[in-house]
């Protein structure tokens, strides 16, 4: 059974930092691509940041380049959002997604979701 696992979120201040990191966990896949979503209340969910695995290449929305950085541990099967700068409208609950390679097909995965809030 694969599973997406993460933590890091919580409060903070503007102008403030955070790290989230995401761990897959299971067996007899190989990792395409792990990146970060978000949803705040009222909005759709959004591409925040991803990586592929393979060769490290990145994605960002327009709204967090230069702010936040994703990278990648192919040993542990985890993907990390640096999240520096922090403004109010990065509140949003960040959701892990995985493109995962199960030989004969590619499955999307979700994480829980947890929790960022940038507050004064």
């Known amino acids: 059974q694969v599973q997406l696992v993460e933590s890091g979120g919580g409060l903070v201040q503007p102008g403030g930092s955070l790290r989230l990191s995401c761990a897959a966990s299971g067996s007899d896949f190989s990792i395409n691509t792990l990146g970060w979503y978000r949803q705040a209340p009222g909005k759709e969910r959004e591409l925040v940041a991803r990586t592929t695995f393979s060769d490290g290449s990145t994605n960002y929305a327009d709204s967090v380049k230069g702010r936040f950085t994703v990278s990648r541990d192919n040993g542990k099967k985890t993907v990390y959002l640096q999240m520096n700068c922090l403004k109010p409208e990065d509140t949003a609950v960040y959701y892990c997604?995985?493109?995962?390679?199960?030989?004969?097909?590619?499955?999307?995965?979700w994480g829980q979701g947890t929790q960022v809030t940038v507050s004064s």
């Open positions: 997604n995985g493109i995962l390679d199960h030989g004969t097909r590619l499955d999307s995965y």
